[in-house]
T-cell receptor
Framework: GAGVSQSPSNKVTEKGKDVELRCDPISGHTALYWYRQSLGQGLEFLIYFQGNSAPDKSGLPSDRFSAERTGGSVSTLTIQRTQQEDSAVYLC???????????????FGPGTRLTVL | DAKTTQPPSMDCAEGRAANLPCNHSTISGNEYVYWYRQIHSQGPQYIIHGLKNNETNEMASLIITEDRKSSTLILPHATLRDTAVYYCIVRVDGSGAGSYQLTFGKGTKLSVIP
């Protein structure tokens, strides 16, 4: 079946521009995560959506970053007034969510490589 | 979540077992050990997880020491396609509110050599 998809795969933008990154999770997955990975680094958590609950935004690095999840499915990560330090691979993951159950693995998309010039 | 320590890199001959260590000396009783890997230019992929018993699936085996302060991921017959960065993650799992984000360190870069 289809996995997590992300678009675009690559994005080059100029400093100060806004960008939108899209994530299509696996159908039926109620949990959705955004991470970013800077060159040579591990993954950094950004934001988490679960069903209709308020998202966990604790990982967003600044107020230039925001994310939405419409209809409990597709999510968009928006970065306003991009800076060079925003250059990274932005990864989206989705999973089932069952309270009290055993672990539900996170399925990752291929990522969007963002380059801010 | 408890901190983990992994060697930055390892080599393994193709067809041999790859044994990847992870130290998690501050792990608490309700924290699980998870392993993910990331092949170049792809998103991370779940491999296996465990609490205190050894675990095995079609991809790998996970050996957790009795005191739970360290673990080893074993790929029984490494292939060139197993070349990747392997991440050991320790965190709480289970029910309750809150997110379940994974905290990835820098992992171990495993190179499988022909």
């Amino acid at each position: 079946g289809a996995g997590v998809s992300q678009s675009p795969s690559n994005k080059v933008t100029e400093k100060g521009k806004d960008v939108e990154l899209r994530c299509d999770p696996i159908s039926g997955h109620t949990a959705l995560y955004w991470y970013r990975q800077s060159l040579g680094q591990g993954l950094e958590f950004l934001i988490y959506f679960q069903g209709n609950s308020a998202p966990d935004k604790s990982g967003l690095p600044s107020d230039r970053f925001s994310a939405e999840r419409t209809g409990g499915s597709v999510s968009t990560l928006t970065i306003q007034r991009t800076q060079q330090e925003d250059s990274a691979v932005y990864l989206c993951a989705s999973s089932l969510f069952w309270q009290g159950s055993s672990y539900n693995e996170q399925f990752f998309g291929p990522g969007t490589r963002l380059t801010v010039l | 979540d408890a901190k983990t320590t992994q060697p930055p890199s390892m080599d393994c001959a193709e067809g041999r077992a790859a044994n990847l260590p992870c130290n998690h000396s501050t792990i608490s009783g309700n924290e699980y050990v998870y392993w993910y890997r990331q092949i170049h230019s792809q998103g991370p992929q779940y491999i296996i997880h465990g609490l205190k018993n050894n675990e095995t699936n079609e991809m790998a085996s996970l050996i957790i020491t009795e005191d739970r302060k360290s673990s080893t991921l074993i790929l029984p017959h490494a292939t060139l396609r197993d070349t990747a960065v392997y991440y050991c993650i320790v965190r709480v799992d289970g029910s309750g509110a809150g997110s379940y984000q994974l905290t990835f360190g820098k992992g171990t870069k495993l190179s499988v050599i022909p």
